[in-house]
């Protein structure tokens, strides 16, 4: 099994500043087979980025999404209010044994 | 409209047996590999099972493994879990999801939540 580990668990930032999450995996994802979702409280998680870099349908520019291998990350180049959530990595390398990690959280300062 | 409507949760006792439903509109259903993930409260996201497009394969989490059946019903568009031998650790808003190829989830409903408590 590929174990995720997102770090920080929360960020507490201000609108308006660039943030950096990490995604790291256990072994090695190849292709990267990484997505990236977000959640608000009381919704289900809404896909941002697949494939490592491709922002899904709808997900604005300020997403960005990069890494190979074990390393991972999600930028968003300036925080919106709408950003703070909690964020999710997946790997689906070893589809069908899907795996997520912990999430980070995003909290608004 | 494209949407997938989780439905069937509820507080059952441990032991206990549960049906959930996720009925699917505006795409065809029979096209897509179909799952159920869970988020137990104030917890991360755990994948539970899927289903291929064809309802040729089956896989499940190793935690749930011969107590849940997950199964579709094309001509209803219908996905569906079967839990039994539920357990507290079982309690958690249950999120049917389609795959992408099987990778990724473009799609999710709002989910459904089961409660396992005597």
């Known amino acids: 099994e590929i174990v995720l580990t997102q770090s920080p668990g929360t960020l507490s930032l201000s609108p308006g500043e660039r943030v950096t999450l990490s995604c790291r995996a256990s072994?090695?994802?190849?292709?990267?087979?990484l997505a990236w979702y977000q959640q608000k409280p009381g919704q289900a998680p809404r896909l941002l980025m697949y494939?490592?870099?491709t922002r899904a349908t709808g997900i604005p520019d300020r997403f960005s999404g990069s890494g190979s291998g074990t390393d991972f990350t999600l930028t968003i180049s300036r925080l919106e209010p709408e950003d703070f959530a909690v964020y999710f990595c997946?790997?689906?390398?070893?589809?069908?044994?899907?795996?997520f990690g912990q999430g980070t959280k995003l909290a608004i300062k | 409209q494209v949407e997938l409507v989780d439905s069937g949760g509820g507080v059952v006792q441990p032991g206990g047996s549960l049906r959930l439903s996720c009925a699917a509109s505006?795409?065809?259903?029979?096209?897509?590999?179909m799952h159920w993930v869970r988020q137990a409260p104030g917890k991360g996201l755990e994948w539970v099972a899927v289903?291929?497009?064809?309802?040729?394969?089956?896989y499940y989490v190793d935690s749930v493994k011969g107590r849940f059946t997950i199964s579709r019903d094309d001509f209803k568009s219908t996905l569906y879990l079967e839990m039994s031998s539920l357990r507290a650790d079982d309690t958690a808003v249950y999120y049917c999801?389609?795959?992408?190829?099987?990778?990724?989830?473009?799609?999710w409903g709002r989910g459904t939540l089961v409660t396992v408590s005597a």
């Open positions: 289903i291929f497009y064809d309802g040729s394969k089956r």
């Open positions: 494939d490592a870099s």
């Open positions: 505006g795409f065809i259903f029979s096209n897509y590999g």
């Open positions: 072994q090695s994802i190849s292709s990267a087979n």
């Open positions: 999801t389609r795959d992408i190829r099987s990778t990724y989830f473009d799609l």
């Open positions: 997946q790997q689906y390398d070893r589809s069908p044994m899907y795996t």
